[in-house]
């Protein structure tokens, strides 16, 4: 990321190979072909959420990407405070801690998406006008920070999942 930096006999022995994500239907077709058991709707979730990485895409397909990507879609639609202890259950459910990293990454990956949309001028989903751009930006950084501070404190995954809806929450007009 930083050529500057490498040592000139370095430099000359490596070639930059810039590689941009794959187009939706180029990784749509690798996905039918990588994984033929998968649903068209799993596969085209798939493709949307990995944002045009091969691998990351079949990790997602491996581990329960789909499952955490409905769970953040939940979670964005904010469900009623009544039922975010059962979503804060099932992203916590798994003792390894890889479903609640999943479900971080993936929210985060969501607001950006999200985010970057709007700015540029195309149909957002509803649930981004509860609040302006910047405040869902410093939003994505917080989530970040909260998602390594558990990591390294090992903290309660259940907890971190409901203070994260009601920072989702606490947007809402």
């Known amino acids: 990321p930083a ?7 370095i430099l000359s022995r490596v070639r930059r190979l810039d590689l941009a994500p794959l187009d939706a239907p180029v990784l749509e077709g690798l996905l039918a072909g990588l994984l033929p ?26 581990g329960e990407g789909l499952a955490m990507q409905a ?15 059962s979503l804060a259950e099932q992203v ?10 999943t479900f971080l990454a993936l929210l985060r990956r969501g607001i950006s998406a999200a985010v970057r949309q709007a700015a ?6 509803p649930w981004l006008a509860a609040r302006p751009l910047a405040e869902w930006s410093t939003l994505w950084d ?11 404190l ?7 999942v409901l203070t994260v ?9």
């Open 3 to 9: 050529p500057d930096r490498l040592l000139p006999t």
């Open 37 to 62: 058991a998968l649903e068209p709707t799993a596969r085209a979730t798939l493709t949307r959420i990995a944002e045009g990485s091969a691998g990351g895409a079949l990790a997602l397909a491996e």
């Open 71 to 85: 769970l953040v879609e939940q979670a964005l639609a904010l469900p009623a405070r009544t039922e975010w202890h």
């Open 92 to 101: 916590a459910a798994k003792r390894d801690g890889s479903a609640f990293a």
């Open 120 to 125: 540029r001028g195309a149909a957002a989903p």
């Open 142 to 152: 917080t989530i970040g920070k909260l998602a390594a501070e558990n990591d390294a």
């Open 154 to 160: 090992s903290l309660d995954r259940n907890q971190a």
């Open 165 to 173: 809806l009601g920072w989702l929450a606490a947007g809402r007009r």
